[in-house]
């Protein structure tokens, strides 16, 4: 009974690690307060040379 179980054990973890790389996650990569600044000022900048543009 105990060879069954480790057997038992053994493919029912493989089988959740298989499952487990097939799912994955939904959530958004996470973006740093620091990126998010730089991201912001560049956004402005093109912003600024758009309206620039615009003008001309």
Do not use: C, F, G, W
Not at 13 to 30: E, F, G, I, V
């Amino acid at each position: 009974m105990n060879r069954k179980k480790k057997i038992n054990a053994a493919l029912k973890s493989a089988q959740k690690r298989a499952n487990a790389k097939l799912h994955t996650s939904n959530k958004p990569r996470y973006v740093s307060k620091a990126e998010r600044a730089l991201l912001a000022e560049k956004e402005a900048a093109d912003q600024a040379t758009d309206e620039q543009q615009l003008t001309e």
